[in-house]
């Protein structure tokens, strides 16, 4: 089990070779929920968590979980109650909505509308778009980014990944020109949720305009770490999620020009949405009530508007300094270890978020993942994604190959789904953290890992064995973790 010597460097709280700072857990006044949680290590010992998992969810600010909790003794019904604490409700939820619209730099005749999160919302955007209309995308996007304009009614073209950002621009421009007459929506990302490059949205927007088309950011990625300002970029729609903004209370944003978002039929149908029903007819209401159908998530969007508020009065451009400043270390430390595959879309001089993408050779991207975990107590992400085409790509996984892989997978074999490890970086990340990930993989490489693992046929995914850390002592159920299967983003 413990198959090396038990002095091998480990990082442990007391000491040694890879101790992580205790840095405080703040950027300005930006205090996070559970920084540095303690956490068991199969080993024995307990470390401080080190969060290296931002691009998949964010932990909540300490301003946003108190805005919440002097909500909720407030929290009621809103629009249509009489009574006060209705009315309290109310002022918080629309004052949420005033909130995003100012951090997004909106247009003043731009709608925001409270959704799940940004899957939510660009489903919400493909349901409304006019039938006949194509979608333009590249094929390095979310997956939130390119199923839902599968939809009937919608024509999709995706576009190869782009070697550099003029090629992304070329790429659009010539499929534009070539484009049937009819509306068009350039669906794009503002930033890569796999290697972290910033888009040039400017450019594509007055692309896409240029040619009579509109355009979609998904900001899933950018909206936490970089300035957004819709009216100056001239985009037309922008989505992105409360969970990845600090917020992570169940709400996202679907934000632009009303005029197709007052679609003949909501994407949802139902109370709120509604003026008046009869058995045969339906009379709609405007938005954002329009597509905002049922009871909202309010405690979501207050906590949206709140992390919203926290982020602007630190501010963007600020952020996205220090955090581009971090990217470039983290990615010269990371890949500076013996062994690892760093990828990449474009050249390293590139503006990116805090995000690096990498493989070691010899293990497998779900056993690096669990070793790093149960070892090092280091949280990380692992598989492809969401974004399969673009890791199959950066992998050189050919079409025959990846038509194999589907065969297993709907076999029921899922152990050898090609992917990569994450890290991603945010409020609270410092220099002492990228150190300690790059250490502890010095150490895997030269040393091996300290424990065994086994392939759960199941899940596909690789686990201790034995597993030795015990569940915290919670008072809400804890289901057994592998349950279920696909992945996060």
């Known amino acids: 089990m413990n198959r090396l010597p038990r002095d091998r460097p480990a990082r442990v709280a007391d000491g040694g070779a890879t101790t992580t700072s205790l840095t405080p857990p703040l950027v300005g006044d930006l205090h996070l929920v559970g920084h540095q949680l303690p956490v068991p290590l199969v080993t024995g010992e307990e470390v ?5 998992d931002y691009a998949a969810s964010t932990p909540p600010l300490v301003r946003v979980a108190e805005a919440v909790q002097a909500f909720l003794p407030w929290y009621s019904s809103v629009h249509r109650g009489a009574g006060h604490k209705s009315q309290v409700a109310t002022a918080a939820y629309e004052g949420a909505r005033e909130r995003v619209h100012r951090f997004l730099g909106l247009r003043a005749d731009d709608q925001v509308l409270f959704v799940r999160n940004t899957t939510d919302a660009i489903n919400l955007l493909a349901s409304a778009l006019p039938d006949g209309c194509q979608v333009i995308t590249f094929a390095v ?16 073209r995706h576009l190869p990944v782009p070697a550099t950002p ?8 010539s499929a534009l020109r070539d484009r049937p007459a ?23 927007a007055e692309v896409a305009h240029r040619h009579g088309a509109r355009i979609l950011l998904d900001a899933a990625q950018l909206a936490p770490h970089h300035p957004i300002d819709v009216a100056g970029l001239e985009v037309d729609f ?3 999620s409360g969970h990845k903004i600090y917020a992570p209370f169940g709400a996202g944003v679907l934000a632009g020009r009303g005029d197709w978002l007052r679609a003949p039929v909501p994407y949802l149908r139902g109370g709120g949405a509604v003026e008046f029903v009869t058995l045969d007819t339906v009379l709609w209401s405007d938005l954002p009530d329009r597509q905002e159908a049922g009871s909202p998530n309010v405690v979501g969007a207050v906590a949206l508007g709140a992390a919203c508020e926290a982020l602007s009065g630190y501010g963007m451009e600020r952020l996205a300094a220090e955090e581009m400043a971090l990217a470039r270390y983290a990615r010269e430390r990371i890949g500076a270890v013996e062994d690892v595959e760093l990828y990449r879309l474009w050249p390293e001089t590139h503006p990116r978020l805090a995000i690096a993408t990498f493989n070691v050779r010899g293990l497998w991207h779900s056993q690096l993942a669990a070793i790093l975990s149960a070892e090092y107590g280091i949280g990380v992400r692992h598989g492809c994604f969401c974004a399969h085409p673009l890791i199959l790509s950066l992998l050189h996984v050919g079409t025959t190959e990846a038509e194999r892989i589907r065969t297993e997978i709907s076999d029921g074999a899922k152990g050898r789904v090609p992917g990569a490890v ?16 790059a250490a502890a993989l010095d150490s895997i490489v030269k040393w091996g890992p300290r424990w065994t693992y086994r392939l ?5 995914e690789y686990v201790p064995d034995p597993e030795t850390r015990p569940m915290p002592a919670l008072p809400i159920a804890l289901a057994p973790v592998g349950a279920r299967g696909g992945e996060s983003s």
């Open 141 to 156: 996007e979310h997956h939130a980014n390119l199923l839902p304009w599968r939809r009937p009614g919608l024509s999709a």
């Open 166 to 173: 003029g090629d992304a621009l070329e790429q659009l421009d």
């Open 48 to 52: 401080p968590y080190l969060n290296l």
């Open 238 to 240: 922008v989505a992105f």
């Open 422 to 437: 994450r890290a991603s970086m945010g409020l609270g990340t410092t220099r002492d953290d990228v150190d300690a990930l």
């Open 456 to 460: 759960d046929a199941a899940t596909g």
């Open 182 to 204: 009819g509306p068009c929506l350039v669906a794009v990302t503002g930033a890569s949720n796999v290697t972290g490059e910033i888009w040039p949205i400017g450019e594509l």
